[in-house]
């Protein structure tokens, strides 16, 4: 009953705060508004018990990635860009194509039938890696952390090497060449 | 009286916000902006992946998002780079005025 609840609220959040950035003018207006979607969507990841994920998406995404995108609005001079077109010409064929595309999702979980989410255990189990967690007092983190350092040991180290060539790559391409 | 919430309504909120990233992506001239739009859609992908997690009682859903969060950070700093040295060249952050590769 107060997931429902919830679950309006924070889907009006995340839908409002997305249709706001993709409209706004401003690019700051449009990062702000950018912060509200993303706060949607990490109350929706703790109403699915991914409690890790939502202190990660408050963390890095509007602590972090935000920030990033509000320094480089200030770099970049916006003023210009701000009184000219906001729109492609071809904007209307684009929200066509999408209207098509959403029609054909809608029907397609129209046929689906409801999908009832189980009543919310204590844990989900890491049921792939072939250990039904018994555990009662473990929480998401430690059943998200046994997943990724065991069996998702090589992606991860894959992905930390990705981070470093993406940061020394940004240094590189941000930096004033001589 | 409230319906309870199925995984379709879940589907259908992540359907709904990567249509809207989409048309921001489709649509808007200014990168910055396009590039918000972008996070958009992946953010609609890891709603999506979590409600999974959650139908399935499978946490590797959850790992899942973990790994396109770290891919969305990555992706955000090269393409903000990216962004400033061509403002830099160019002067304009307008995507259909970046034609050099046009013919």
């Known amino acids: ?178 | 009286m409230l319906h309870p919430i199925t995984a379709n309504h879940y589907l259908m909120l992540s359907a709904a916000l990567l249509l809207i990233g989409t048309l921001g992506v489709l649509t808007r001239r200014n990168i910055v902006i396009v590039l918000m739009s972008i996070e958009l859609i992946l953010n609609a992908v890891n709603i999506n992946l979590v409600t999974m997690a959650r139908y399935w009682q499978n946490l590797q859903g959850q790992v899942f998002a973990i790994f396109v969060i770290t891919v969305a950070v990555a992706e955000a700093a090269i393409g903000l780079g990216i962004l400033i040295a061509l403002f830099r060249n160019k002067e304009t952050v307008q995507a259909d005025e970046i034609d050099l590769l046009k013919w």
């Open chain 1, 1 to 178: 009953m107060l997931d429902t609840f919830f679950f309006y609220i924070f889907a009006l959040l995340t839908l409002g705060g997305a249709i706001a950035t993709i409209t706004r003018r401003s690019a700051v207006h449009s990062a702000l508004s950018l912060v509200v979607s993303l706060l949607g969507v990490a109350g929706l990841y703790l109403l699915q018990q991914a409690e890790f994920l939502f202190a990660v998406q408050i963390v890095l995404y509007i602590g972090g990635i935000m920030v990033l995108f509000l320094f480089v609005i200030m770099l970049v001079n916006l003023d210009e860009a701000g009184k000219q077109r906001q729109f492609n010409r071809q904007w209307l064929l684009g929200l066509l194509a999408c209207l098509l595309v959403g029609a054909q999702m809608i029907w397609m979980l129209r046929g689906s039938g409801a999908l009832r989410l189980p009543e919310a255990p204590a844990a989900l189990s890491a049921a792939a890696s072939g250990a039904i967690s018994s555990a009662a007092g473990e929480g998401n983190v430690e059943q998200l952390a046994d997943l990724l350092f065991r069996q998702y040991l090589l992606p991860f180290e894959v992905v930390s090497l990705l981070l470093l060539v993406a940061i020394v790559g940004s240094v590189m391409l941000a930096k004033k060449s001589s």
